[in-house]
């Protein structure tokens, strides 16, 4: 049986970036760029002061000059004379004639003689070019300043801004369509449920696990077990134009399945089972839209939702990530230090949530600076406790074996969760240098 | 002159958690939880199956049995006798009076007999309850399952629609006007700057900050340098009904600042600077709104677009987490090594932009499981030089002190990004058990 890591690769290798569009530069938020960006004119544009000050010809060396005027931003300045200095601003254009800025605590002012001349002293020498940004220190004209495949967050965009690439092409952002199936599915606002009904957790769980990925999605609904339920709702997820659709449900080896025979007859199945705990049965699809010269990429999921949101972040995340043009799509590994014994699986590969967060070792020296990722776990994995997903923001790789883990174990993690919200134990600043 | 960390524990002092509002389970993603969620009803609300085999009595032994009927998942199942078993589908109902489940792989189908009755043999003796999720397992009638000051993800979204709980209490999101000031400030889009003129990158990239955050925001557009302008802003942004102004520019010690004056007039300056690199003039102010009973907190960042960018994230992100109700809003910090040698600066200190990634330490035996995070520093870190944040993640908190900081050194950084797009060296997982 195929493991996850085998089971990625097959996906990512039937899974193509979805092509370029053109959108405004702020609308490219979150978006992968599709094209490099250069910088169409020089930045800055123009000799900038880096600070405060006077601008100088640095040959007149210090003493007292007169303030011949000041060179606010925004409005071109008069040419500089020699003998003379100008107030400038942090930003603001060095005039001609000028080379050189002093900053202001390195001045004295003087006030205004008998015909209201201001007048500053001068106290420090300073070279050519001090304080000074030259024409295209930040950014040279023609410079890449951004490459395909660059992830888009308020940086870029403030980068696109300062080089007025105001339209970017970038990858269009797959649209996901969700289907639950099961005659025991019931809506979640169901007044009452009847012997053997549940509330469907799943389809707004991967609609919003699916949206915070980035992507859009549709609803379809529940489709109860008939084979012409099913198919109707394949067909609208073409319809309305899905790149992906997941359904959860209807993959158990005893339920009554109508997918799988379904995605065999409309294309090409790829593996139905993953070894792996939780959530064995996965399909991995593609159904041809001839018309549309298009796939769609079907993911079966297993109806229990922990098994559904666990495969969700193992197959499809990448699968996603590709289609929006991330270069490296995979799920993030890192290294986490178990902070419970964890019971293994002699019989399938666990992928056991936790929650990581930045702590100091246990036995730390006092004052040490030291600290690690270390991992609790969310308690009771078995597949329809939901409540062992609150929270998680990693899935620890747990070897098929039997036994138990013990804790202070460094295992791998996979990353499913900002760390940006995680537990804050009291990790110190460091704020002293190396001895 | 205040220290960041102090500045962020003044403005978090000066910052309330938004009021609650109701929301629908779906559209409470990505908000804070309020209000405890109990369970209403037990999780599971029957006992079901956890595996697909037959529901038997226990007590009946294994031997050969008739198959009295199929227990499919959505339809109540008929009681049980005793003395025959009934097939059942992983979820599906236990019928009365069967006390466990035996999985089909712990029996064998012997086909109908001449009636057309199915017979099975089962293999495995049982005790009672198992393989059977009891009533309430998974959640308690009355089980608090998400408690208030949770963030509310996908895993969160299906608790909630697993306990039926289709309206929520969630504190709402902060809005935030941003406006530029300076004449020398331009609309990114301008066909050709003049001399002294640049592209507005702050205004853009401080909305796509603030909402990447999950912010509701309001386009100020860019106010000239004058009183009057920035004035009308401010009542724009009260208008608007923003939470939060951030403005930039108008606070260096030499420009026209009319932001300073105005906040002195219309409400409390806390700080109009903080002692650090980049970033210095930093202003923080609450102004009353009285007809509302409420208070407009603003920020005047610094001008240059990374110093704005970078106390955004120290000064302003914790205040946005504090108001949509985060019970611990300071950015997390973490221990990071330096992949190259970092100047520091003898006067301030340094938050050094930085791309973290979980990579091997240098030296390290081969095959061996560890694994740090390593940060490379984006490179010259002049305030001006927006590339210094291309695909950072971490500020580097770089101590003052004179001299460079070798490469391979341990520093705390405050994770600014999501970790889960780092770069992506060769990190192994861990397939074999500690010894
Ligand atoms: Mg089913
Ligand atoms: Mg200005």
Redesign the interface.
Known sequence: MLLV?DAVELILSETEALPAQRLT??AA??HTLAAPVAAR?PV???R?S?K??YAVLSSDGPGEYEVAFEA??????RALQPGTVA???????LPEGADAVVQ?EDTAFLGADAGGAKRVRIIKQVSPGYDV?QVGS??AQGET??TAG??V????????????A?EVEVHRKPKVAVLST????CE???PT?????????????????A??TGAGVADLGIAR?SAATVEAALDRAIAEGADVLLTTGGV?????DFIKPLLERRGTVYFGKVKMKPGKPLTFAKVPVPEQNRSLLVFGLP???VSS?VTFHLAVVPCLRKMEG?E?P??????VRTAMPIKMDPERPEYHRAVAT?ARPEGAAPGA?????VAASTGGQ?S????S????NVLL?I?Q?SGM??AG????AL?I????????PE????????S
Chains 1, 2 share one sequence.
Request: with cysteine; hydrophobic share 45%; aromatic share 4%.
């Open positions: 890591p530069f702020q938020l979150h004119e800055p544009g123009f900038a880096i405060d000050g606010f931003a925004g409005a071109a300045p107030y400038i601003g942090t930003g603001g254009p202001i940004r930040d950014m300043v951004l660059q992830h967050g308020a940086a870029e965009v403030g980068i696109l801004a300062t080089v007025g105001t099961g005659d025991e599915v979640p606002g169901a449920l009847q012997l053997g009904q549940i509330r469907d957790a799943n389809r707004a769980m991967l609609l919003a696990a949206a915070a077990d158990s080896m005893g339920d009554k109806g229990n939702p949101l991330w490296e995979r799920l993030r590994r890192l290294h930045w600076v030291c600290g690690e990722l078995i329809s406790r939901l409540l997903l609150r929270s998680a790789e070897p074996a883990l013990p174990t460094l295992v791998s990353l969760g900002d760390l940006s919200a995680m537990p804050v990790v110190p600043a460091i704020t002293t240098l190396p």
